[in-house]
């Protein structure tokens, strides 16, 4: 996977586990998901994964 794939895929993981977990929190409304447990875990674990890939590129670029 190339460099870039890395910290582009990280920051799209971020904003969508952002927004699933403010969803799944109730802070956002509007949704099937406002309110739901489910995205309410499900949320921060893709923000982790996306801070991973974000952090793994990251250093992959400065390595170079």
Avoid at 9 to 25: K, N, P, R, S
Avoid at 33 to 57: F, N, Q, Y
Wanted: overall charge positive; aromatic content about 12%.
């Amino acid at each position: 996977m190339k460099t870039w794939a890395f910290v582009v895929l990280g920051v799209i993981l971020v904003l969508f586990g952002g927004l699933w977990a403010a969803q799944g929190f109730g802070y956002v409304s509007g949704s099937p998901m406002t309110g739901s447990k489910l995205w309410a875990t499900i949320g921060p674990i893709v923000v982790l994964l996306g801070l991973w890939s974000l952090v793994t590129g990251i250093q992959k670029i400065r390595a170079r």
